[in-house]
């Protein structure tokens, strides 16, 4: 069975730092890509980063130079550093998982890849 377990939400002020991340199990070859879409109350799911196993990474822009995501392979895990959060970064953070096409905008916990349960990221001011 296929399971992404996420970590690492909570509050923070604008201008601080969290770090989330995901373990995926049930994959017994590895994970293709792992990453994480966030959603903001009644909204599409936005990708705000992904990287494949390769290395291929992908950031939205409004968080170059802020967030950075990195994997350890052997581990099936992804992390998500947040660093300058601001208060549009507030949002509902979804690792996912074996995405293969990555869509910048999608309905949020579709059937097409995995989805973990969610954590809470919440900036305030």
């Known amino acids: 069975e296929v399971q992404l377990v996420e970590s690492g939400g909570g509050s923070v002020q604008a201008g601080g730092s969290l770090r989330l991340s995901c373990t995926a199990s049930g994959f017994p070859t590895g994970v293709r890509d792992m990453g994480w879409y966030r959603q903001v109350a009644g909204n599409e799911c936005e990708l705000v980063s992904i990287v494949r196993r390769d290395g291929l990474f992908y950031y939205r822009d409004s968080v170059k130079g802020r967030f950075t995501i990195s994997q350890e392979n052997a581990k099936n895990t992804v992390y998500l550093q947040m660093t300058s959060l601001k208060l549009e970064d507030t949002a509902m953070y979804y690792c996912?998982?074996?995405?293969?096409?990555?869509?910048?905008?999608?309905?949020?916990?579709?059937?097409?890849?995995?989805w973990g349960q969610g954590t809470q990221v919440t900036v305030s001011s």
């Open positions: 996912v998982a074996d995405v293969r096409r990555w869509l910048v905008n999608l309905t949020c916990q579709g059937d097409r890849f995995y």
